[in-house]
């Protein structure tokens, strides 16, 4: 490798490892201005040496041309929906059908749920190739490079390995007010909520736009068989995602009674208002996979899950 070379080797490890400190742990190991100086130094090496831009270069996140439009895409495994609890009497009764149906040695993991727009991305040996919208579950759109922008999402893993994982893009309460106030001083309309202005960010045909509106996501599940990863359990596949490199929301905890459930529920219904981000639940599995496996589905959703919800916000007018 000549000089120009390695120093462009070094600046891709370097941003890479950066970016992933301060957008992934949420917790910056140099100064912005660093960053900044050190992705200008990589601009221009790049525009001066083209062909030898990575892939996965941090000035590679907002390439993307305007489309006419998003390709459909046909997820490999359908993007489940969740049944909801709205009380603690849905919530004893969900517990009580799982001791039912597989006695009591089994224990959940709970989770925010996080109030955005979910999200299915997939990596070929580490790289990531394709992102797409829910849709209907079956079918989503190809948003690839408006998810490219969010520096949450790893452009590569930490190791080489081909995988589709799910989760939720959302726009952070304090990137919601930025965006707001601009636009009420630019006369535009406003968004209702952060989740309509990171839905709406994603639907842009600019990737360039999205790029602007600050978002992050938080990825909870993986497409497929967790098994095939020689994972036993929800719980493990959330510390292997971190482990890959993926941003987990770190308020997750384990749960071996419906009773350490409520009081989780209890802490984030009060909680709740100092989180960065809007959450609009909590989600509760039964954590073993083969206790999932035989629990099974309904025709809409998981029987070993559940949706709690928080009761509508009384609107002030
Ligand atoms: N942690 C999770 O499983 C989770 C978090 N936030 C959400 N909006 C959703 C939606 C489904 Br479906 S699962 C899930």
Request: aromatic share 10%.
């Amino acid at each position: 490798m000549n000089e120009i070379e390695q120093r462009i080797a070094e600046l891709n490890k370097l941003l890479h490892e950066y970016g992933h400190a301060y957008y992934v742990l949420d917790n910056p190991i140099v100064a912005d201005s660093v960053y900044d100086q050190l992705l200008h130094e990589l601009i221009a090496l790049e525009e001066a040496n083209p062909s030898l831009i990575y892939p996965d270069s941090p000035t590679q996140r907002v390439g993307g041309a305007v489309v006419a439009g998003f390709k459909k895409v046909t997820h490999d495994y359908p993007m489940l929906s969740l049944s909801n609890a709205f009380n603690e009497a849905d919530i004893r009764e969900f517990d009580r059908k799982i001791r039912q149906a597989i006695g009591d040695q089994f224990s959940y993991v709970c989770e925010l749920k996080i109030d955005g727009l979910a999200i299915s991305l997939k990596y070929d040996n580490g790289v990531f190739v394709q992102g797409a919208t829910r849709g209907d579950g079956v079918i989503g759109e190809d948003i690839t490079a408006n998810l490219k922008t969010i520096r949450a999402v790893p452009l590569r893993l930490k190791e080489p390995i081909t995988i589709e994982v799910r989760g939720e893009a959302y726009m952070p309460k304090r990137s919601f007010e930025k965006l707001n106030s601009l636009r009420a001083d630019n006369g535009e309309e406003l968004f209702a909520n952060p989740r309509n202005a990171a839905a709406g960010s994603l639907r842009q045909l600019d990737p360039k736009i999205a790029a602007s509106r600050q978002l992050s996501t938080f990825i909870y599940s993986i497409g497929g068989d967790g098994e095939a990863y020689g994972i036993d359990g929800h719980g493990e596949m959330l510390d292997y995602l971190e482990g890959l490199g993926f941003p987990s929301n770190k308020e997750r905890q384990h749960c071996t009674s419906i009773e350490e459930v409520l009081a989780f529920i209890e802490k984030w219904t009060d909680n709740r208002p100092h989180l960065a981000y809007e959450i609009d639940g909590i989600v509760i599995k039964v954590d073993r996979y083969a206790q999932q496996d035989e629990l099974g589905y309904t025709a809409k959703s998981p029987r070993w899950a559940i949706a709690y919800k928080f009761p509508a916000e009384e609107v002030v007018t």
